[in-house]
């Protein structure tokens, strides 16, 4: 069964930094594509940052230079490291995993930005 328990979302001020990791488990964590979507109010889900076979990296335009998307494969988990964050940051983050013929979903963790 395909878990994924995404951790670390919180409230920071503008300027300020968090670290979001996604435990994963019931797949073979490292020869698949890892994702991070988020989703406003009022907004559609979109891309964050993806990380795919040889760890390559892709990032939304809004957040490159900013944030960063790892993966520890021993401990099966993807990172999202966010710096400088924006109130447009606002959003609740999910874990993605893309297994080829079907896509799981985290539960989501909120994300708060103040100004």
């Known amino acids: 069964q395909v878990q994924l328990v995404e951790s670390g979302g919180g409230w920071v001020q503008a300027g300020g930094s968090l670290r979001l990791s996604c435990q994963a488990s019931g797949f073979i964590f490292r020869m698949n594509a890892m994702g991070w979507y988020r989703q406003a109010p009022g907004k559609q889900r979109e891309l964050v940052a993806g990380?795919?076979?040889?760890?390559?990296?892709d990032y939304a335009d809004s957040v490159k230079g900013r944030f960063t998307i790892s993966r520890g494969n021993r401990k099966n988990t993807v990172y999202l490291q966010m710096n400088t964050l924006k109130p447009e940051d606002t959003a609740v983050y999910y874990c993605?995993?893309?297994?080829?013929?079907?896509?799981?979903w985290g539960q989501g963790t909120q994300v708060t930005v103040s100004s």
């Open positions: 990380i795919r076979s040889g760890d390559i990296t």
């Open positions: 993605n995993a893309d297994l080829g013929a079907t896509s799981y």
